[in-house]
């Protein structure tokens, strides 16, 4: 059974940094892609940041520049360092898996949550201005 469990979340100033981390248990993350999505209350879940299993990554318009995704397959991890945040990042924060892909992911295919057949339990993000 494949588990995610994020870490790394808390409260920050704005302009300040957060290095989010998403552990993951079982024997197909090599074979994923990864990715970090975003929840604010009265809000549908938004996609934040990509990463297929070449490496490539992607990210949405709003945290480009600012947010960096990462993985590391020796250690079964992904993470999401997050630069210059603001309030507007306030949310809980998700990992998650995809099943079974290419070596190369789309960017629309790593947006989509219906890519993903396991999540994390989420990580709380709280910016103060």
């Known amino acids: 059974q494949v588990q995610l469990v994020e870490s790394g979340g808390g409260l920050v100033q704005a302009g300040g940094s957060l290095r989010l981390s998403c552990a993951a248990s079982g024997r197909t993350f090599r074979d994923a892609a990864m990715g970090w999505f975003r929840q604010t209350p009265g809000k549908e879940r938004e996609f934040v940041a990509g990463i297929d299993r070449s490496g490539g990554t992607f990210y949405a318009d709003s945290v480009k520049g600012r947010f960096i995704i990462s993985r590391d397959n020796t250690k079964n991890t992904v993470s999401l360092q997050m630069n210059s945040l603001k309030p507007g990042d306030s949310a809980v924060y998700f990992c998650?898996?995809?099943?079974?892909?290419?070596?190369?992911?789309?960017?629309?295919?790593?947006?989509?949550?219906?890519?993903?057949?396991?999540w994390g339990q989420g990580t709380q993000v709280t910016v103060s201005s």
């Open positions: 998650g898996k995809t099943r079974r892909v290419a070596f190369f992911a789309t960017r629309d295919y790593l947006a989509a949550q219906n890519s993903y057949d396991t």
